[in-house]
């Protein structure tokens, strides 16, 4: 598997404008309503779709899952409503997006290990957990006084999408355990 950082992606040139400015109050950014919310997330999924090599990348399914979670991390990095998205996540919007990316990445990990067998836990299961990582690691960034530096942050989010989703793409061979790295 590779761990080499995906270089600056050409779909974030090519992003539209936020739909909604973000507003203040005294108290620090103001909640943001779920109609801005929808948007912001309609702004990381068509930046998302733009970049998909699609099913044939030359680097296989992971290069693909690779470069879409690499997208989406530098895309909220780099939106302007982001801290406030992921200062106070929640609501109808945010929920409905990360259920739709984990419904999306399980569709794509049940093609990607076709000739596995049945993952344990289940590949929805696996996708759910692997966006809510990626989701609370690019949350962290917001949240830390010094945000750390962009690909630092695209590079974690890959590693726990990757080690969360790996074991469901790998056939199951009798004997070895996939956990413990034994036979």
Known sequence: MTTQPLETAPALAALPAPRTPLTTTSAGPAPLDDTVQAG????????????????????????????????WVRTAYEHPLSHAVFARPGGTAAHEARAAQAAE?????????????????????????????????????????ARPPRERVVADAWTVVRETIAPALVPEVPGYSWTRGTW
């Open 40 to 71: 912001y997330f309609a702004d990381l999924a068509a930046a998302v779709e733009q970049a998909d090599p699609g099913p044939a990348a030359r680097g296989g399914w992971e290069e693909r899952e690779r470069v879409r979670v690499s997208v």
């Open 105 to 145: 990445l399980g569709l794509r990990i049940d093609v990607g290990r076709a000739r596995a067998l049945p993952a344990k836990p289940s590949a929805e299961v696996r996708a759910a957990a692997a966006v809510a990582a990626m989701w609370a690691v690019t949350a962290t960034a917001f949240t830390q006084t």
